[in-house]
Structures are given as C-alpha cells and as structure tokens.
C-alpha cells in the first residue's frame, strides 16, 4: 500500500479534483490509500458555522450552511455530467442536516459541538472525491476515519489509541481485497462510544502518518502547492531552496519550530518504521520534490529558516523576589494551562521567567491570574526566528534594523525573539 496526502489547496476547485484523478493515473499498478482534507477553506467556515449554531446566531449560521452547500454543489455540478448522480443528494442531505441542527439543543462542551460539525468538511470533500474516482476508475473505496481512527475524548486535539486504530484499520482494508484506491478523511477519529473526534487543525498530515504505520505503509506522498520542502516559507522569503533529501529527525525538527508545510505528528510514526515520506507538488507531480528518510547525510547543506509572526514576549518576576525555582515555575504552568496558551520559546534568570506565545493568546487571562504573584511584563509585536544549520553570518545579516529581545542557540539551531526598530 501507498499514502497519499491531498490537502485543502489540491482539492479547493472542479479542476483541482479532476487534478488528483490525473494524479492518480500516474500510479496505475498501485493499491493507494488516499486521505482527503476539507475543500479550499471549509474548514475555517464550519468553524464559524459551528460558533454561530453555539452563540444561537442562528441567521448567520443558516447564511454559512448555505454558502458551504452552494460551493460544494457548484464543485459537484462541475464533475459530474450525469445530474442525478446520487452525489447530489448526498451532499445536500450532509448540509441539509447540519441545517437543520438548530431545532437540536447544542451539547454543552463546545470543543464537542465543534468535532461533530467541523468534521462535516472533511467527510463532504471525501465523498466527492470518492465519486468522482469512482467514475474514473471503478474500483475505490470510501472509508470512514470516524470508525478506524479510535482515539481518547480530548475534542479538538484528540489523542490516537494506536493498538486499537491498528487492528480497525487492518481490518478494514482486508474487508477490501478487491478495491485498488481507498479514499478516507484527514484528521478525524472517534471516541470508544463513536463519537467525532479532530486530531487538531492542519491534522491531516498526521492522519496519512496513522494509516501508513497501521497499514506498514511502502511510502507516504504529500501533495502541496509548493515543489518540496523548502529552506523556507517561500510565501515570507524570495530565494528558496529545495531540500532535496532531509532525515526524519531534521523534518521533526523544522516541523516543531513551525515549518507549517508538514504536521509535527506526521513524521514519528514514520521514521519509526522507517517509512520513507515524500514532498511534492501536485502543480507538477512528476517532480523529484523531497523525500525525507532516515539519512543525515544532506541535513545540514543550506540553513533553513521559519519565521513564526505577531509574537508575545511576555516576563515574570516574583513579587515577594524569590528566585525563579520549581514551585513558582509549577503555579507559571498552570497558569498556561489554564489559558491555553502554547509556549513557543522560554528562558530564565534568577528572577525572572520569559516565555514568548503567539499573539492571538488569551493575555488577559494570562495577566489576570499571574499578576497576583508576578510582576508581568507584556511585549507586543515580535518575530520569532529560528535558524537550522545557522553560521555567524546568517544571522547578522537577519537582524540588521532588529533589536534581539532574547536569543537562544545550540550546536544547530539559533533561535532569536526580535523587534523590528526600523519600523518604529
Ligand atoms: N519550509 C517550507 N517549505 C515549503 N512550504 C512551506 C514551508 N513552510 C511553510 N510552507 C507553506 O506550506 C504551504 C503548504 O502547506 P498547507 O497550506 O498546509 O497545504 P495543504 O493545506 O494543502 O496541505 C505552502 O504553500 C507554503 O507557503
Ligand atoms: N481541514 C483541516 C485538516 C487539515 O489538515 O487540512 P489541510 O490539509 O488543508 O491543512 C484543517 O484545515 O485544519
């Protein structure tokens, strides 16, 4: 068996599906599990419709159910000549429902309400995707991650039982002997009661991982806009260049700092079973791209860079000057926790703790329950850099016009909180 990964952008039109259909045809002697994401931007849509329907906006949320029924229907009606193809029917009866979900009064855990509906992208974008490779091919299969995926009961960011998601899996494709393409959704799962679960936003990836371990994968392709992995975001940076060839640990690694072209779940499942995974443009799919295995050789040829935007430095001191020891770091924690609010670099002194957050964190919350124990300083406006592979150089020339606020480095990575002073 083979993965493949199509994201939003290799899905977001009529053309782009019939694209991966030609995709697909490159592959003829294959058995391919395909995992599909939401069309385009469904996904931020259903998450409106979901906090409409929560917030009981009930004219906005009928207006978005609307709008997301129109666009799928137009991809369909672009597909699909035969008009009472039953596809039809089945995406107005997946819409219509939701529709019709105000006459049900809304459970009281939102990160619940938001599964069952946000999940609706994915399992919309499958089933047109499913016909129309159907109608290409005659001999695929849909599958429905929401009964293979077996994960815990944390909504939004749910955990994967990998024992049990293996043997539903297994069994499944097994039930399938005859069928070549499989096609199922990203980042969704279930609970043991059979409840929604998401993985958690951009989680798509990660799911192409849990399919080929489970399924002992030959090799995994990700399809993106983008010819490979590149040595940064080519949307913030001229100049890219193509890794041609990185290892498991160096993916992991950019993937953790923010290197937003891969999940960071994706990679471990993988290099544990040394499941070679692929980067590749679906723009041009005959295109060597990037294959991450377990090779260093190529890790470290050109430094990469990932810029995260709009950080948040924030500094706590102890009021009552005890130094910065494990009790007081423990009540920090909490704190975030309670908050929600993901660290993306911190530091400490003897005094002071300094932690820096993306700038859509809840600070209010953060201030509100730190500055009763914490002198609390807030800075706005920050970048975040992180240098892979980095030499003196690089970074002088990144931070000229910049003030560094706070700076970290280790044998291959720098890693730099800065304020632009040009600007001011
Ligand atoms: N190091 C990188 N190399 C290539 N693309 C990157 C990198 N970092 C960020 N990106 C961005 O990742 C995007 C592709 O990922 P994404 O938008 O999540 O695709 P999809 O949702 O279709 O799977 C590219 O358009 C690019 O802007
Ligand atoms: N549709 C989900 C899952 C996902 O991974 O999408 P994409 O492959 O388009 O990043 C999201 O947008 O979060």
Known sequence: MRVFKFGGASVKDADAVRNVGEILRLFPEDKILVVVSAMGKTTNAMEEIAHHLYEKNYDEFRNLVAERKRFHLQIVDALFQEKNHPIFTQVKTIFN???????????????????????????????????????????????????????????????????????????????????????????????????????????????????????????????????GMLNADPKWFDNTVKLDSISFREAIELAYYGASVIHPKTIKPLQNKQIPLFVKSFLNPEAEGTVIQSSMENDDLVPSFIFKMEQVLISVTPKDFSFIVEENLSRIFAVLSECNAKINIMQNSALSFSFCVDGKTNLSCLQEKLSGEFEVKINEGLELVTIRHYDA????????????????????????????????
């Open 97 to 227: 429902d939701l529709g019709n979900r105000v006459n049900v009064p809304s459970a009281e855990n939102y990160n619940f309400e938001y599964d069952q509906i946000v999940s609706l992208g994915e399992v919309v974008s499958t089933k047109i995707v499913q016909a129309y490779i159907e109608s290409l091919y005659h001999n695929s299969a849909w599958l429905d991650a929401r009964k293979l995926v077996r994960t815990n009961h944390a909504y939004r960011e749910a955990e994967v039982d990998w024992t049990k998601t293996e043997r539903l899996i297994t069994s499944a494709i097994d039930a399938l002997a005859d069928k070549k393409i499989f096609v199922t959704q990203g980042f969704l799962g279930h609970t043991d009661e059979g409840f929604t679960t998401t993985l958690g936003r951009e989680g798509s990836d990660f799911t192409a991982g849990i399919f080929a371990y489970c399924l002992n994968a030959v090799d995994v392709t990700i399809w993106k806009d983008v010819p």
């Open 393 to 424: 150089e690089t970074i002088d020339r990144l931070t000229v016009g910049k003030e560094i606020l706070l700076e970290q480095k280790t044998r291959q990575t720098a890693r730099l909180v800065i304020k632009n002073v040009m600007a001011e």
